[in-house]
C-alpha cells in the first residue's frame, strides 16, 4: 500500500490557476476603483474652480456694473478663458488647459447681455473642462446676475 506525501502536478497546476484568477480580480477591481477616485477628485476641483470663478464674476459686477456689462454682449455674448481672476489674462481659451495643479482644467465664463438700454440683466455661464481618459468632462454653472440685488 502506498501513501501519497504530496500534491500530484495537476493539483498544483489548478491552485495556481485560481489563485492567479483571483489576483487579476482583485487587480482588476483596484484599478477601477482608483480611476473612479481619480475622476471624482478632479469633479470636487472642478467644481472648486467653477464657484471660485462665479463668485469673482459676482464680486466684480458689484464692484462697477458699468464696466461688468461693457464685458459682455447681447446674443450669444462673450467667452473669456480665466486662468487667473483677472480681466488683464482673460482671453479665448481654445484647446489650452491651463488652470489648477497640474494643470488640466480650463475655466470658461460666458456673458450675455439681456436687451436693455441700460443693460440691467446679465446671463452668466461659468465652465470648467478638463480632458479625463479621452473624454471631455465639464462642470457648467448658469446664473443671471441684475443690477439690483
Same mark, same amino acid.
Given at each position: 500500500?502506498?501513501?501519497?506525501? *504530496?500534491?500530484?502536478?495537476? !493539483?498544483v497546476l ?17 484599478? +477601477?476603483?482608483?480611476?473612479n477616485?481619480k475622476i471624482?477628485?478632479?469633479?470636487i476641483?472642478?467644481?472648486? +474652480?467653477?464657484? !471660485? *470663478?462665479? !463668485? &469673482?464674476v ?6 462697477? &456694473? =458699468? @464696466?461688468?456689462t461693457?464685458?459682455?454682449?447681447t =446674443?450669444?455674448g462673450?467667452? +473669456?478663458c480665466?486662468? =487667473?481672476l483677472? &480681466?488683464s489674462?482673460?482671453?479665448e ?12 482644467f480650463?475655466?470658461?465664463v460666458?456673458?450675455?447681455? @439681456?436687451?436693455g438700454n441700460p443693460?440691467? @440683466?446679465?446671463?452668466v455661464?461659468?465652465a470648467?473642462?478638463w480632458?479625463?481618459? =479621452?473624454?471631455?468632462?465639464s462642470i457648467?454653472i448658469n ?7
Amino acid at each position: 500500500m502506498k501513501i501519497k506525501l *504530496g500534491f500530484s502536478l495537476i !493539483e498544483v497546476l489548478v491552485f495556481v490557476t485560481i489563485l492567479s484568477l483571483f489576483f487579476v480580480a482583485a487587480m482588476a477591481i483596484a484599478t +477601477y476603483s482608483l480611476r473612479n477616485m481619480k475622476i471624482n477628485q478632479h469633479k470636487i476641483l472642478a467644481s472648486h +474652480y467653477t464657484e !471660485e *470663478g462665479l !463668485e &469673482w464674476v459676482r464680486s466684480e459686477k458689484e464692484d462697477d &456694473w =458699468g @464696466q461688468f456689462t461693457d464685458r459682455g454682449a447681447t =446674443g450669444t455674448g462673450i467667452t +473669456y478663458c480665466l486662468i =487667473g481672476l483677472n &480681466w488683464s489674462t482673460a482671453t479665448e481659451c481654445g484647446t489650452n488647459f491651463e488652470l489648477g495643479i497640474p494643470p488640466i482644467f480650463k475655466r470658461e465664463v460666458n456673458l450675455i447681455n @439681456q436687451v436693455g438700454n441700460p443693460v440691467t @440683466q446679465v446671463n452668466v455661464t461659468m465652465a470648467v473642462s478638463w480632458i479625463e481618459g =479621452g473624454t471631455t468632462l465639464s462642470i457648467p454653472i448658469n446664473t443671471t446676475l441684475k443690477v439690483l440685488e
